[in-house]
């Protein structure tokens, strides 16, 4: 924060000045503090309040951070807000593709990530279709659905996590879907030289404890009041942690992370496109028990993607 001061009638006023990148442009917020100079410790203070004030004043809520800054978190309320102020000048034909767009693209993603057999022929026409879909096609659409389903902003709670994991994975049958695992899972990570890939040293939990992990992780969703990135990006880290599934479970994660962001009135991030980095990224934050390594990258990609869309790329 810049201290600045202004002269008039030979009276010294001070003001505190906090400037934010936007693209191409700025976005300035000023405060008066009073005639006297502010030491630095009180400055710092001083900076903390009005930071406060600037997230309450373009979220209207009082959100909180822990592994982001408050820099971050007004940087990331910019950053919505002119997203918005972009996609609201354009028509309505060409917001209803976006929208359309941006779906398609997300389930495409989220589902080659995992090494699903889908293209985006396939994806494209399960957006179309309701009946005669391929296998490919319905696994496509059942996507599409839980995507639609985030979007409906209702309430959080275990049969919704379930419901979700349900929708996602109906055409795989054998990964008994929107039902907790029974048995023991592993996590590996990739390796070229092994088709099985690595196991990490982090087990998820025993299937008996997973009941009682998601009634807590349930409870932590309803009670955070963290700014929505970071909240987003924790439920996301956490849930996988718990690993509530036989399989779909970094695909219920990314829908998690998405419906945070868009019951906040934030665009849809496609958080997996940068594929090795989400990879490593998560497993090395869970290896690490380390969250914040997760946090970054998932703030990396959302001000990645919005600048795309502001640079109309």
């Not at 009082?62 to 592994?67: G, N, Q, R, W």
């Not at 390796?191 to 009682?212: A, C, H, M, T, V």
Request: aromatic content about 12%; some cysteine; charged content about 35%.
């Amino acid at each position: 924060m810049a201290l600045k001061k202004r002269i008039r009638d030979k009276k010294v006023y001070y003001y505190c000045n906090l400037t934010y990148r936007i693209l191409n442009g700025v976005k300035n917020f000023s405060k008066y503090i009073g005639l006297k100079k502010p030491s630095v410790s009180e400055l710092k203070t001083l900076e903390e309040k009005f930071k406060d004030e600037i997230i309450f004043k373009l979220s209207k809520n009082k959100y909180t951070s822990e592994l982001l800054t408050k820099d971050d978190v007004i940087k990331s309320l910019l950053f919505r807000n002119a997203f918005y102020k972009k996609y609201n000048e354009l028509s309505p034909t060409k917001r209803k593709k976006y929208e359309i767009d941006s779906t398609i693209l997300f389930t495409l993603t989220t589902l080659t990530t995992e090494d699903v057999d889908v293209n985006l022929d396939d994806v494209a026409r399960a957006y179309e279709k309701d009946k005669n879909l391929t296998l490919r096609e319905q696994i496509s659409k059942n996507m599409i659905n839980a995507v639609e389903q985030i979007k409906e902003k209702k309430d959080f709670s275990k049969k919704y996590l379930l419901d979700l994991h349900q929708l996602t994975m109906s055409s795989f049958e054998n990964k008994t879907p929107g039902i907790i695992r029974t048995k023991n899972v592993y996590i590996h990570k990739r390796d070229n030289n092994n088709p099985q890939g690595i196991e990490i040293s982090y087990r998820p939990p025993k299937p008996e404890l997973i009941d009682k992990l998601l009634v807590e992780f349930v409870l932590w969703y309803k009670e955070c009041k963290l700014n929505p990135i970071e909240k987003a990006s924790l439920s996301h880290y956490k849930l996988y942690l718990i690993h509530p599934f036989l399989d779909g479970n970094k695909r219920t994660c990314r829908l998690i992370f998405n419906k945070e962001l868009l019951d906040n009135c934030f665009p849809l991030i496609n958080i997996s496109d940068a594929r090795n980095k989400y990879f490593d990224t998560l497993i090395k934050a869970t290896e690490t028990k380390d969250p914040k390594l997760f946090v970054d990258f998932a703030k990396e990609q959302y001000f990645k993607q919005i600048n795309e869309f502001l640079k109309g790329k």
